[in-house]
């Protein structure tokens, strides 16, 4: 029996991923942190600013989605993680844990992240992911905002969907 990928797609989607994966700049917010004015960032009301007060944002629907994955039973088997080629490594990981997803819970609580977050090749990420956690490329999903990114994850086995305008309901 061979399956169209839409009808594999699917399956793999009501069964859940092991390991559902995000870029983070212009995938799930904004602005990209090359763009931002840097350190120290600050969290106020759940929001998180870089040191000129610029807010990085959550865009289109990620709160949204993260808010799904961080309080739906049915994700709870589900590892989350963020794969980024940010130049500022330092600045990514410290937005994460002052970005708010829900109240009290930052984007560094959802699901017990892995953290990808470094310059290079999104393959490598995928190639440390897959080795800290022995979790098939088959059973991950990967997001990115650039078709490059997914080009070349994809021939590892991920499903990798293309988000040019970011996270949206659509492309979940």
């Known amino acids: ?9 699917s399956q793999m989607i009501e069964s ?17 942190m090359w763009l931002c004015a840097g350190a120290p960032f600050q969290a106020r009301n ?25 309080t739906q039973d049915s994700w709870k088997k589900t590892r989350v993680g963020y794969a980024s080629r940010t130049d500022h490594p330092d600045w990514a990981k410290e937005c994460l844990g002052k970005l708010e997803v829900t109240q009290g819970k930052t984007m ?18 995928f190639k440390s992911l897959h080795k800290e956690t022995g979790i098939p490329y088959s059973q ?22 293309y988000t040019p305008d970011g996270m949206t309901m659509q492309k979940w």
């Open 1 to 9: 029996l061979t399956l169209s990928f839409q009808e594999a797609f």
């Open 46 to 70: 759940g929001k998180c600013y870089d040191r000129s007060g610029v807010e990085i944002q959550l865009i289109k629907d990620s709160r949204v989605i993260l808010t799904e994955l961080a």
């Open 108 to 125: 560094k609580d959802i699901l017990d992240p892995l953290y990808e977050i470094y310059p290079g090749n999104k393959t490598t990420h």
């Open 16 to 32: 859940k991923p092991a390991l559902v994966v995000f870029d983070l700049d212009d995938t799930l917010w904004s602005p990209e």
């Open 140 to 161: 991950m999903i990967f997001f990115d905002n650039e078709n490059r990114n997914c080009i070349d994850v994809q021939k590892l086995g991920v499903t990798c969907i």
